[in-house]
Structure formats: C-alpha cells, structure tokens
C-alpha cells in the first residue's frame, strides 16, 4: 500500500459524459501528478500540482482539467468523452517536485467509455 | 523531447536465473533521473530502482541492480535469483525538469518467471 488512495477504481460510463477522478496523497506529500496508461499511448504524464498550483502540463487534452484543493486532495475532470479515453488513471504523489524525491503511485482508476 | 525506448517487449527467465531488461533514453540534459518501476498483474507502480544522472556509481537493490552507462544513454535492470514474484510488466522511465519531475516511460517489458 503506498498510502495514495484514489477514487473510484471502476467507472463505466458512455461517450459524451463527464467524469470525475478523485486523489488523495500520502500525508505530508505536496505534489500530485496524473498519468495516463492505455493500451496504444503507454504510460503518459498528464499534469502536475504543487501545493495547490499547477505545476506541468504534459498530453493532456483539452476536454481534460485538474486541480488540486487546500487540503492537497487533487482530482481530474475528463469531459466529452471518447472510446479512446478508456484507461488507467494514475495519481501519483511526492514530498516535493525535485527528482530525488520519490513519486508513490496510486492504484489507478479504470475507466471505461463505451 | 525526452524519449525512453525498452527494445524487448517481451523475456522470460528461469527461476533462480538472471535476466537483464534494456533501456535507452534520449535526452540533451545532464542532470536528470532514471527509474525502474514494476507493475505486477494487480496493476500497481512499484519502484524498483532508481539512478541520479550524477552518480557514476550504479544503483543497487537486494537482487536489483542496473548498469548505467551516462555516454551511451542506456539503462539497463539486472534482476538476479529470478522469483515467480518478479513476473511483471517493468517500466524505464526517465524524470527531469526544474522544479517538475513528470516521468518520461518506456513502453514496458513483459518478464515472466519459468518454475
């Protein structure tokens, strides 16, 4: 268990909808990352918060968004979805947003358009 | 843009026996870091190893260890005394960035354990 709790870990929903991912880190971390894993893109960052501020942007698309509140929890909004954003959804979390600090992944939600 | 090519979709290896996992990367930084992560069938990222680009000196774990070779960009997972337990998709990845550590992954290895 790395301690990074993620919610739901199963969502089937339809194309067209909206959905919302939730994480929590581990106590203390104050950065959270979110990546993708799919079965043609591979494993892929999506975006970064430290403290509250997004930090990076990576492949995320437009129709996708994240934030992350006051009390560090962070969750990601996917809209107008596609059969194609059917995937695993990490959150990650570390202390800060150095290299040396280890990043704890979560154990991912599966979502699945159909 | 960084990219990290794992060259062998797929190995196997014999219980007890040592099997290495390729890597390569390509970046123009100096100063990065470089990971190993295993996800078993359950689905969750565990870090196995982890190299600093500054460090000549390989990284070790238990039966873990890598061979770093900076100039070549090549990063390579030696797993000794194979067990059923290290049967796994593993994941390179590459991680840099001034005061953002995304990861940068392969498309992974499938290692499977043969009794």
């Known amino acids: 268990d790395s301690g990074v709790t993620q919610t739901p870990k199963h969502l089937i929903t339809a194309t067209g909808q909206r959905v919302t991912l939730r994480c929590s880190p581990r106590?203390?971390?104050?950065?959270v990352y979110w990546y993708q894993q799919s079965l043609d893109q591979g494993l892929q960052f999506l975006i970064q918060?430290?403290?509250?501020?997004?930090?990076a942007k990576g492949n995320i698309l437009e129709r996708f968004s994240a934030q992350q509140f006051p009390d560090l929890h962070s969750e990601l909004n996917l809209s107008s979805l596609e059969l194609g954003d059917s995937a695993l959804y990490f959150c990650?979390?570390?202390?800060?947003?150095?290299?040396?600090?280890?990043?704890?992944f979560g154990p991912g939600t599966r979502l699945t358009v159909l | 843009a960084q990219t990290v090519t794992q060259s062998q979709p797929e190995m196997s290896v014999q219980e007890a026996e040592t099997v290495t996992l390729s890597c390569t990367y390509d970046?123009?930084?100096?100063?990065?870091?470089l990971f190993w992560y295993k996800q078993p069938p359950s689905r969750q990222m565990i870090l196995v190893i982890r190299?600093?680009?500054?460090k000549q000196q390989n990284a070790t774990e238990n039966r873990f260890s890598v061979n770093f070779q900076k100039a070549a960009k090549s990063f390579s997972l030696k797993i000794s005394d194979s067990q059923l337990g290290d049967a796994a998709m593993y994941f390179c990845?590459?991680?840099w960035g001034a005061g953002s550590y995304q990861l940068t992954f392969g498309k992974g290895t499938k290692l499977s354990v043969i009794p």
């Open positions: 970046t123009s930084e100096s100063d990065y870091y």
């Open positions: 106590s203390g971390d104050l950065s």
């Open positions: 990845a590459y991680g």
């Open positions: 990650a979390s570390s202390l800060g947003a150095a290299g040396y600090n280890e990043q704890f």
């Open positions: 918060y430290y403290n509250g501020e997004e930090r």
């Open positions: 190299q600093e680009a500054y």
